[in-house]
Each structure stands twice: as C-alpha cells, then as structure tokens.
C-alpha cells in the first residue's frame, strides 16, 4: 500500500480534490492506485510509454528553424473524470455552440445579415486572413460547414466551464482520444471495468457515417477519401490511424486528379470517381489554381469540382472566419442573434486590440494578461503576461499597436488541476479538454470523452503538445 496524496494542497478547483477530501467520482480510482506498491505503477508508467513507443504513437515538434523533431506524446496514466451532470453542461453548450457557429458561417458565405444588421462590424470579417472571398455563395451539403469540431474547455476558479477555443477547420487530437483510452484499459483492466465510463471506441464509425452522408451522389457505396499533406505533417501519424480505423484510402494530392469538374482516384485498374474528401490540408494548399499557386500539396481544380457540387469537402471551406481569436468574442452575439438563446458555456473576456479603450485596459494590466495572436494555434503567438520579461512585455506593446487586429488579450484563468503520476508521487498539473463534435444531417453527435491535455511542467498554463503537454484518458461517467 502507498499513501499517494499527503503533499497535495490544490490552490484553485481541483478535479480530484474538494475542500472536504476526495471526490466521489474519484474515490474508487484513488483506492485502486493506492493499492499498488510504486514498482508496480512504475511499471505500469513504462508500460503506457512502451505501447506508445512501439505503435509509433507521435506528433512533430517545429524549432525555430523549422526542424521537425518527432516525439513520443506524453501519456498520464491517472485519468481524469468528468461526471455525469458535468458532461450534460458541457455536451448541450457545445451543440447549441455548434449550431451558432455552421448559421454564422452559412451567412457570411451568403446573405451576411449579422453584418447588415448591426451585430459584427463588416471590418472584423474583411481583415480576417481565412475569410475566403472565392467560396462566397457556394452550397454545401446540408447547409453544414464545421462537421468535426474541437472545441477547446477550462474551468476557472470554480470549477466553472469556460470555451477556449473553437477549432473548426481541421481539428486534430482525436487519435490520441482513442489510443488513450485503449492504453487505460490494457493497463488498468480492473479499475476500468470497475467504474461506469462511457465508451468512445465508436467515433470512427460515426464520422464515416456523417462521411456517407454528405455525398454528392446518390449511390449505395459512395467513395471516401482522407487527404493528407503526407509523412512530414506534424499530425501524419493521426491520419494513418483515422484512414485505417474508417476503412477509407490514404490519399495525397497527386493521388488525385480533376477531370470534367468531378474528382478522381489513381488506382491500379483506372480512375474512380471520389465523392466526399476528408481533407487534412489547410484551406491555402487544397488548390494551385485558386490559392498558393507553388503548392504541391494539394489537386489542380478542386474548388472548381467543389463548387460545382461533385465533391463534398470536410471540413467545408473557409471555416477559418469562425475559429478566429478575433472573432471569438462575438460568439455569445451569434448564438442570441441566431439561435434566440442565451449561452450556456461562457466565453473568456475576450479584449480586441483594434479597441483603444480595452487596449490601453490590457495595456495598464499586462502582467495579468495573456496575449494571442489571433490566427496562431498550438500555443504559438503567445504572451504570458505573468511569466514575460519587461522586455518581453514591450516587445508586444509594440507588436500590437503596429498590428492590433493581429491580437486579443484575455485575462488569465487558473486552470483547474488534475493529479498527474510524475517521479513516484502525485503531482498537480493544470489540464484543459477538447471534446470532439461531429455534425451530420441529424444533428450533431458529441463522443462523451475528449483529449485532456496536461501542462506537464510545474506551475505551466500551457498544455499543448507542441509546448511540451501531454495527455490523459478522460472518463465521462454514465
């Protein structure tokens, strides 16, 4: 037996922890760890990290000179559990979210009427770098633009639940989801099956319905692809295990060909007609012909095909409007102006650089701040305000005022912490969680589950995978 909790002293909302002890959603976890010996969670630590090893289970890390260094994610074995009650919050606020967010793009595609209304200014939408003007009027199938969505979650101080950020172009992560859970229960098989957790195994089954679903064509057996840019992406290794886990080709761009405004397949016996692409490639590489004409990674006239309405793209395109910083803020607007609903998830106080009175707010305050970039991802752009040098907070002053659309600043959230096996001992780290939506012509369907990713280094905010987090198993209980 170990006693595994005697240095634990939370400071904000702990997920195991309440003032009056442990949790009872944790209380059977805890037992179980608790009655093993070090060894054994030592060997079981090794274990987790054997199978990701030898699965090859790894993202890429970028250095400043564009190396690409390839990297055993980082696995957790104490996996973090949200309740039943907790769940339905989160999973009704991210569908009324998402619902919000396909009117909000299916408008300013057509009509714009939250920009002749009054509701967004029209400068915020004509500055925004993913706003794509040559897809402007375009049908999508079944009006859905965002049909996989990961939506980014904290919870503050209280253990209430705050949106981060909404990803909607190609959201990755949901590999890790997946393998996560299936370590756990390779690894803690008694604990598992002791506890009531929701199962996720059916995500692929899922999207490859929704897939189906969005054809062109109304036949039996439409053809599925998933594109990749290929082995150099950071998230290759993702797209290997979605394509396989579907039953659907791998694909690159020079698989494919455009032909008469339809898509084509390469194959050994001739071309075939694809009719939906799940594509991995940023907006900017899909087409030489419209977009960045050097590319090699995407196929000559695939917008062409798009437009025409022979081929489904998921995500549609110029989903990248929606999951600006910038337009962040105006998401609680979007959801009273279309939906006539008020949130049910908040937003974080959002600060728009281009704003003189809330920038010199956040100038005056910077210490307590955090600035973004407002189209980064993966924590890149970003300024802690409580960790930055003097030097640092300067150099963004004025990196702001030469550019202040470019920016946001929020106020910085404890993040609420979860016990992490680190050294033989448990340890506060601070998480975050990214459940993966998945919208179709019935709706939208949310897997009970998500990527928890950890700030493994002590004290950091920061949990993404490229800044050095890791992830856990994250057990929705039924």
């Given amino acids: 037996m170990v006693n595994l909790t005697p240095k634990l002293s939370p400071k904000g909302w702990d997920e ?11 209380k059977q976890v805890l037992q179980t760890l ?30 400043d000179d564009n190396q690409g260094i390839e990297r055993i994610f980082p696995f957790d074995i104490i996996p973090r559990i949200i309740t039943k009650n907790e769940w339905m919050e989160v999973e009704t606020g991210i569908t009324q979210r998402l619902r919000a967010l396909n009117l909000f793009l299916e408008d300013i595609y057509n009509e714009q009427l939250i920009i002749k209304e009054g509701i967004m200014p029209a400068s915020l939408i004509a500055s925004c770098p993913h706003y794509i003007p040559e ?5 999508v199938p079944h009006n859905i633009h965002v049909h996989i969505a990961g939506i980014d979650l904290i919870r503050g101080e209280k253990g209430e639940f705050y949106v981060l950020e909404d990803n909607l172009r190609c959201p990755s992560g949901v590999s890790y989801m997946l393998e996560n859970r299936e370590i756990t229960k390779r690894i803690f098989p008694e604990m598992f099956r002791a506890n009531n957790v929701s199962m996720v195994a059916n995500y692929p089954m899922i999207f490859h319905n929704i897939l189906i679903s969005l054809s062109p064509r109304t036949i039996s057996n439409p053809n599925v692809v998933l594109l990749t840019p290929g082995v150099f992406n950071s998230a290759y290794y993702e797209h290997t ?4 886990q579907m039953g659907i080709p791998l694909v690159e761009g020079r698989d494919l060909v455009v032909n008469n405004h339809k898509v084509y397949m390469k194959t050994t016996s001739g071309l075939l007609q694809v009719d939906v692409i799940y594509r991995r490639l940023d907006d900017e590489y899909l087409d030489p012909l419209v977009f960045k004409p050097d590319s090699t990674l995407g ?17 549609a395109v110029g989903n990248g409007v929606a999951d600006d910083k910038a337009i962040y803020a105006y998401v609680p607007q979007m959801i009273r102006y279309y939906l006539n609903e008020e949130p049910i998830l908040k937003n974080v106080p959002t600060y728009q650089m281009e704003n003189k009175e809330e920038r010199e707010l956040v100038f005056a ?64 780290r601070h998480v975050d969680l990214r459940p993966y939506a998945l919208c ?39």
């Avoid at 009655?35 to 054997?50: E, G, P, R, T, Y």
């Avoid at 695939?302 to 081929?311: C, F």
């Avoid at 928890?452 to 949990?463: D, F, I, M, N, P």
Wanted: glycine share 10%.
């Fill in 34 to 63: 608790e009655s093993l010996n070090i060894d054994k969670l030592n060997v079981k630590q090794k274990q987790a990290s054997d199978i990701f090893m030898n699965q090859g289970i790894t993202f890429t890390v970028y250095s």
């Fill in 299 to 315: 196929v000559p006239g695939l917008i062409s095909a798009y437009k025409m309405g022979n081929v489904a793209l998921v995500n």
């Fill in 16 to 26: 195991m922890f309440s003032r009056d002890g442990v949790r009872d959603s944790y």
């Fill in 135 to 139: 897809v402007h009027g375009v049908k």
């Fill in 365 to 428: 305050d910077m210490e307590n701040m955090v600035i973004k970039e407002t189209n980064q991802s993966g924590g890149y752009g970003m300024v802690m305000g409580n960790k930055a040098t003097e030097e640092e907070l300067e150099a963004a002053k004025v990196a702001i005022l030469n550019n202040p659309r470019n920016f946001i600043a929020q106020p910085i959230i404890q993040l609420s912490t979860v016990p992490c096996y680190i050294d033989g001992e448990l340890k506060l």
């Fill in 440 to 478: 179709g012509p019935n709706g939208v369907t949310i897997v009970p589950g998500g990527l928890t990713r950890v700030a493994l280094t002590e004290g950091s905010l920061v949990v993404n995978s490229s800044q050095g987090g890791g992830s856990k198993d994250t057990w929705i209980m039924k």
């Fill in 241 to 244: 295990f979605l394509a396989r």
